[in-house]
């Protein structure tokens, strides 16, 4: 099973070159589900079909769906948010003060995004093509599982006896009503397990990557090096920057002010793609079409000009580097001279701003205008951060023993 998904900034075309890549895999004898979380759906329209929620077969092997979040939002979250209002009007916390707290920030993006997880492991499909939101949306919607997982593990830890035990102590319940409580303790187990599949399902680079879609102009391309650092960030695999809408030399032949626009026009784009060519990852063009492409056949014609004869979703094989790694620099052993390195491989770092700060045993590394906590190893929880240096794209923090806590 296959999973790529494609954003990028808005309008450069994003949702077209997702259909094209479903349409090519399909005619190519796979199972394809092409499937949309952006909100302003246009995956419909690039398709010349109407979707819904439920998958729809348009031809031999393909398959498309809008997910409709309004409906999952009242049906699965719907269900927990009853059972943590009881929980806090039990702590007794006011109801509508109740109600406000169990409003989560982002729940209709990560319901889309298990959506996808649902389609991708029920076995129907071989590859499931995802045409994401705009590239802004899209990385808070990747960040979620691990953010939430996070967050919910500090409010409720994973022993459910301990959390049991405080929320029978908060409300003085007695047996009669732990059945409730047993119930709210497995919806918030079940959304555990939930942004834990989720996790795994993006962080598995063999089976899961991002395709990140541009147009060859100088401010895009800021955008998507800053996005490539961010996505690298949070332990995700992207396979390909995509321009698109590449414009095509004019004849020699060709005079006046229109022939003078469009060889400026294209020498710009080529000075673009070159700079694109030194990016950790591969590069794909495709050609600026006359008319818009919507329909199988249109969509064939571009899928065409981006893959040529290639396979449009290779089998994804692990990454050459781990994405973050730990070294030892110096000293062995228990010794207080040791020294480490934290090393983070993050495309595109030295383009940016970059910030760290040491928050109790994680490290919160902001780069690319996002921002992770990295939950450090053991032996660096023993440590001070004494320095930072950047090599090409990797981040390296140097941890030295603390000696307060080092040998304890």
């Known amino acids: 099973m296959r999973v790529v998904l494609f954003t990028g900034k808005g309008g450069v075309g994003k949702t077209t070159l997702a259909a094209a890549t479903a349409t ?25 079909a109407d979707l819904g929620g439920e998958p729809v077969e348009l031809e031999a092997g393909l398959c498309a769906a809008h997910i409709d979040t309004r409906a999952l939002l ?31 920030p982002g729940v209709e993006e990560l319901l889309a995004l298990a959506e996808v997880r649902r389609a991708a492991e029920t076995g129907l499909w071989e590859v499931v093509v ?28 994973a022993h459910r006896r301990a959390v049991r035990g405080l929320l029978a102590g908060l409300t003085g319940a007695g047996r009669d009503a732990q059945p409730a409580w047993d119930r709210t ?20 680079h063999t089976r899961t990557s991002i395709r990140l879609v541009l147009t060859p102009e100088r401010v895009v391309v800021a955008e998507t090096r800053r996005t490539l ?28 002010p229109a022939a003078r626009w469009l060889r400026e026009r294209h020498a710009e784009q080529q000075a673009v793609l070159a700079e694109l060519a030194t990016a950790p990852v591969p590069l794909r063009t495709a050609a600026h079409t006359a008319a818009e492409p919507t329909g199988v056949a249109a969509l064939l014609a571009v899928a ?28 062995s052993g228990t010794s207080p001279d040791s020294e480490f390195e934290l ?66």
């Not at 059972?83 to 007794?92: I, K």
């Not at 303790?185 to 598995?204: F, P, V, Y």
Request: hydrophobic share 45%; aromatic share 2%; with cysteine.
């Open 74 to 104: 009242d049906d699965s979250w719907g269900r927990l948010q009853v059972h943590l209002r009881t929980m806090l009007s039990g702590a007794g916390v006011d109801e509508l003060v109740a109600d406000e707290l169990t409003v989560l």
């Open 185 to 204: 303790i497995d919806a918030l187990d079940g959304l555990a397990e939930q942004l834990t599949g989720l996790r795994s399902m993006l962080a598995d």
């Open 304 to 331: 065409q000009s981006l893959y040529g004869s290639t396979d449009p979703a290779p089998p994804a094989g692990p990454l050459a580097a781990p994405l973050l790694q730990v070294r030892r620099t110096a000293g």
């Open 24 to 48: 090519m895999l399909a005619r190519s004898g796979r199972k394809v589900l092409a499937v949309s979380t952006d909100p302003a759906h246009s995956l419909g329209d690039a398709l010349e």
């Open 229 to 256: 650092t961010a996505l690298a960030l949070h332990g995700l695999h992207v396979d390909a920057l995509v321009a698109n809408r590449v414009l095509p030399g004019p004849p020699p032949s060709l005079r006046g």
């Open 130 to 157: 995802v045409d994401c939101g705009p590239t802004a949306e899209t990385l808070r919607l990747l960040a979620l599982p691990e953010a939430l997982s996070g967050y919910l593990e500090r409010l409720f830890p």
């Open 343 to 408: 090393v983070l491989r993050l495309p595109g770092v030295a383009a940016g701003s970059l910030d760290l700060a040491r928050v109790d045993d994680e490290l919160a590394v902001t780069a690319g205008g996002t921002r992770r906590m990295v939950a450090l190893p053991s032996v660096l929880r023993r440590c001070t951060v004494t320095g930072a240096r950047l090599s090409g794209d990797d981040l390296c923090v140097v941890f030295t023993p603390d000696p307060s806590v080092w040998l304890r």
